[in-house]
């Protein structure tokens, strides 16, 4: 187990890139500058201790194939953003807490439950039948395909809003 | 990294089981520190092996998710997450 802390640096660095990815492609970053640089030491802390960024709030197991699930950005954090407008370790917000209308709230452990498929379909093409785990969404201005519960709240393409989507299947 | 004790008003048996890599529990933690009580946290990330395990098993009597930060009150009450009301409530 590596004893070094992330410089400030290397925070700055990684913050600005993960920063940047975000907003290129419909996300934010926790706009609390002080809680997500620390969000941002924890994950490069994991990156020495395990090879790969674990979320910080989370207890890894350090054999990747095992955390798979929980590698920023986790399995998790578009249910979460959907649901609770925050991903587990609230490095990822939606809009409206990203603009202080919404407060932020510990969102609880999503992983180890079922994921919920409330929407889950069957789909038939030519006489065979398709069992989706999830609905698919299309972004209807730049035809960008999802499967999750939800569209995205802005489309990671074209940058549509959540309400430019249709079920598509 | 062995359990630490943080001095300060006896409020009962107060452990917290931490990450030292998570916010949620530095948050936790820290409101501990501002109210002043007595309480014993353990950063489970830092445990290894048959220490990890054992924590581990004892975080999951109460809290089976095992996440982070798991607050036992006198081996009574159980407070998942950083939720500063229901803390400074069930501490006053």
């Known amino acids: ?169 | 990294m062995a359990r630490v004790t943080v001095p300060g008003v006896n409020k009962g048996n107060v452990m917290l089981f931490a990450l030292s890599t998570c916010v949620w529990c530095g948050k936790t933690k820290k409101l501990l520190d501002e109210m002043g009580v007595a309480y014993t946290y353990e950063y489970v990330d830092l445990l290894a092996g048959k220490d990890r395990d054992a924590a581990v098993k004892e975080i999951m009597v109460w809290n089976p998710a095992c996440s982070f930060p798991t607050l036992v009150l006198n081996n009574e009450k159980c407070i998942v997450g950083f939720k500063e009301d229901e803390i400074r409530q069930a501490l006053a």
């Open chain 1, 1 to 169: 187990m590596s004893g070094a802390a992330p410089d400030s640096a290397g925070i700055d660095r990684l913050y600005a890139k993960l920063n940047a990815e975000a907003e290129k492609s419909g996300y934010h970053l926790n706009p609390d500058i002080e809680f997500t640089r620390s969000l941002v030491e924890g994950l490069l802390t994991n990156m020495c201790r395990y090879g790969y960024m674990a979320c910080p709030c989370r207890l890894a197991s350090g054999v990747r194939a095992q955390d798979l699930d929980i590698i920023c950005p986790c399995d998790y954090r578009d249910p979460d953003l959907s649901e609770f407008g925050a991903c587990y370790c609230a490095l990822y917000v939606n809009t409206a807490i990203l603009q202080g209308k919404q407060e932020l709230k510990p969102v609880p452990e999503r992983r180890g439950r079922k994921m919920v498929e409330k929407n889950q379909e069957s789909m038939s093409t030519g006489g065979v039948t398709i069992k989706l785990s999830q609905p698919v969404w299309r972004c209807k201005v730049c035809g960008y395909l999802c499967g999750r519960g939800e569209p995205p709240e802005i489309c990671p393409i074209c940058k549509a809003t959540k309400d430019r989507f249709e079920r598509f299947v």
